[in-house]
């Protein structure tokens, strides 16, 4: 579970563009190495591995109220003994969604993680 999530401002931009019928569906998953918390000015991850991005499977959950949660899930396979502490969701271009730090998680060349990546559309107070 990641300790540190954030949807940055360019993730907005993604979700605005997506209401309006333009743009690609942020549903590519990277992994990496850094450790500092997100922040709303975050367009990449901070230390990406080198793994290619993967295409995940989106779908649509509810949450709290019907269809407010988007869901991506993913897996990325280890090329090499690395310890794994961010996440990201990036559309086709490349452009950042959503950044999660949480406790490394140590691997070994081979070994993977499944991803579940959610946002959730939030009512305001």
């Not at 549903?27 to 993967?54: C, F, M, Q, R, Y």
């Not at 269809?67 to 090499?80: C, M, Q």
């Not at 961010?86 to 991803?115: K, W």
């Amino acid at each position: 579970m990641a300790t540190v999530v954030k949807v940055t401002a360019t993730g907005r931009g993604i979700a605005s563009n997506r209401i309006k019928g333009t743009g690609t569906e942020p549903k590519n998953i990277g992994w990496g190495t850094g450790t500092t918390a997100p922040v709303d000015g975050d367009t990449a991850l901070e230390t990406p591995a080198a793994e290619s991005k993967v295409v995940g499977t989106s779908s649509v959950q509810t949450t709290t109220t019907a269809d407010d949660t988007y869901r991506v899930v993913g897996t990325l396979t280890s090329a090499s003994t690395q310890t794994i502490s961010e996440a990201g969701l990036f559309n086709d271009a490349d452009t950042l969604f959503t950044r999660g730090t949480f406790t490394g998680i140590s691997l070994d060349n081979g070994d993977s993680i499944q991803f579940t990546i959610e946002a959730q559309a939030v009512a305001p107070a």
